[in-house]
């Protein structure tokens, strides 16, 4: 009879632990699919970014009889980058865009640039809301992931700590 209650026991231990595997399981793929899902809004909104810029160029050509200011920033995407260091090479464009934009009082006044700006700014918001998803997801796992018993299983699940949008972590353990 004894060794019927130690089985018992051991089966009972054995199913609690992978009802909390699972438990922790499922949880840190929901953050993970939620940072995919930002990512993805994100690099579809970078794409669309450079697209305007490309607009924005054209118009800035048009309007000033200029060369190609962006040409730089243009030729990015035939670049192999990460979603990161397009958003700072578009990021700059932007800046080099607004300072034309003073620079050519004209530039105000075309239509075509007029909405193609608007466009830009309608895409940043979209931008910031994602890459907030992302971070708040990003630390909600990384602050599961250094916890007992997330950080037994994260190391099993290979789960890893993400770093933020901005390219830092909340501290550098790596699992």
Do not use: C, H, W
């Not at 992978?18 to 949880?27: E, G, M, R, S, T």
């Amino acid at each position: 009879m004894g060794k019927y209650i130690v089985l018992a026991v051991v089966i009972a231990i054995i199913a609690i632990g992978a009802l909390i595997y699972f438990i922790v399981i499922n949880n840190l793929k929901n953050y993970k699919e939620r940072m995919e899902k930002a990512e993805g809004i994100i690099d579809t909104n970078l794409n669309k970014k450079l697209e305007v810029i490309i607009n924005l160029n054209n118009s800035i050509k048009k309007v000033t009889g200029q060369k190609d200011y962006l040409k730089d920033f243009i030729n990015a995407k035939d670049l192999i980058i990460t979603n990161m260091e397009k958003d700072i090479k578009l990021d700059e464009a932007v800046k080099l865009v607004n300072n034309l934009a003073r620079d050519y009082t004209k530039l105000n006044n075309d239509s075509e640039f007029a909405k193609e700006f608007k466009n830009l700014r309608e895409i940043d918001e979209v931008l910031v809301s994602a890459k907030n998803v992302f971070n708040q997801n990003a630390l909600a796992s990384n602050k599961l992931i250094k916890t007992f018993p997330y950080n037994i299983v994260a190391k099993i699940a290979k789960f890893k700590i993400r770093s933020f949008y901005n390219n830092k972590t909340d501290d550098n353990d790596n699992f």
